[in-house]
T-cell receptor, first 109, second 111 residues
Framework: AQRVTQPEKLLSVFKGAPVELKCNYS??????LFWYVQYSRQRLQLLLR??SRESIKGFTADLNKGETSFHLKKPFAQEEDSAMYYC???????????FGAGTQVVVTP | DGGITQSPKYLFRKEGQNVTLSCEQN?????MYWYRQDPGQGLRLIYY???????QKGDIAEGYSVSREKKESFPLTVTSAQKNPTAFYLC??????????FGQGTRLTVV
């Protein structure tokens, strides 16, 4: 069965410190993974996807098939990074997604 | 303003009532989805539709119903059979490749 696990419910970091959000998945095929972000009072939106291998707002995420992980990283956290982050696995070629439970990130000055 | 519009933003339901949540998109996307968001559980798929006049059950469809009579619209009805309807409901649409565009959500509370 497809599953996405985000072990941390809350991550509190200081401004300028590195931040890493963990995501592990279980999937029998070739996975397509995403990170979605929900800022306060804003709609849930795509942050990045593994196939594009791009850096968005300083965040990167590498798919590690051996460890079945897709951790999100940023070397220097900013206060505007405070948000809820969801790791998601694509269940079809459209937009049906399997979400993790989410990690709330709080960046303090 | 392009995107997905959900209404109302807040909805209160009495016990035994059916309520309908609206979702409209002007992105010309074929696929639309309804998710339920509960604290600590992430988003769970209720129903989805990939084409007009066709829809499929998601993981937690019991107590919910949908229709897809127009490409732009995908309303969700929360029936009295849904035992725990208090939640935040998110509608999304997609043109494919796994990227979903979300509405602002509707918070439903049973009173």
């Amino acid at each position: 069965a497809q599953r996405v696990t985000q072990p941390e419910k809350l991550l509190s970091v200081f401004k300028g410190a590195p931040v890493e959000l963990k995501c592990n998945y279980s999937y029998s095929g070739s996975p397509e993974l995403f990170w979605y972000v929900q800022y306060s009072r804003q709609r849930l939106q795509l942050l990045l996807r593994h196939i594009s291998r791009e850096s968005i707002k300083g965040f990167t995420a590498d798919l590690n098939k051996g460890e079945t992980s897709f951790h999100l990283k940023k070397p220097f956290a900013q206060e505007e990074d405070s948000a809820m982050y969801y790791c998601a696995l694509s269940r079809d070629s459209w937009g049906k997604l399997q979400f993790g439970a989410g990690t709330q990130v709080v960046v303090t000055p | 303003d392009g995107g997905i519009t959900q209404s109302p933003k807040y909805l209160f339901r009495k016990e035994g009532q059916n309520v309908t949540l609206s979702c409209e998109q002007n992105l010309n996307h074929d696929a639309m989805y309804w998710y339920r968001q509960d604290p600590g559980q992430g988003l769970r798929l209720i129903y989805y539709s990939q084409i007009v006049n066709d829809f499929q059950k998601g993981d937690i469809a019991e107590g919910y119903s949908v229709s897809r009579e127009k490409k732009e619209s995908f309303p969700l009805t929360v029936t009295s059979a849904q035992k725990n309807p208090t939640a935040f409901y998110l509608c999304a649409s997609s043109r494919g490749q796994g990227e979903a565009f979300f509405g602002q959500g509707t918070r439903l509370t049973v009173v």
